[in-house]
């Protein structure tokens, strides 16, 4: 016997729920993340301290970045 199909509204339900639960665990990795930098900043960044701050650096502002986009599209879809 088949399985109905879920109806479009739980799928866009599904949906918001997935993109909330990642927003939710971007905002705990960029704590992690902006940890590391101060932690590179202070001085613990290895041979090449110039390198390891800027690629942690761009690693927050993409992360940041897409957590504004996620912010958007939950508060848009949100009724």
């Given amino acids: 016997m088949a399985e109905k199909d879920i109806d479009?509204?739980?799928?866009?339900?599904?949906?918001l729920l997935t993109k909330d639960?990642?927003?939710e665990r971007l905002d705990e990795e960029i704590v992690l993340v902006r940890e590391r930098l101060a932690r590179l900043e202070a001085?613990?960044?290895?041979?090449d301290p110039e390198s390891a701050i800027a690629?942690?650096?761009?690693?927050?502002v993409a992360m940041?970045?897409?957590r504004t986009s996620l912010r958007e599209e939950?508060?848009?879809?949100?009724?």
């Fill in 8 to 15: 479009a509204p739980d799928w866009v339900d599904q949906d």
């Fill in 21 to 23: 639960e990642a927003a």
């Fill in 74 to 79: 939950l508060e848009t879809a949100a009724p």
């Fill in 43 to 47: 001085g613990s960044a290895g041979p």
């Fill in 64 to 66: 940041e970045e897409l």
């Fill in 55 to 60: 690629m942690v650096r761009r690693r927050l």
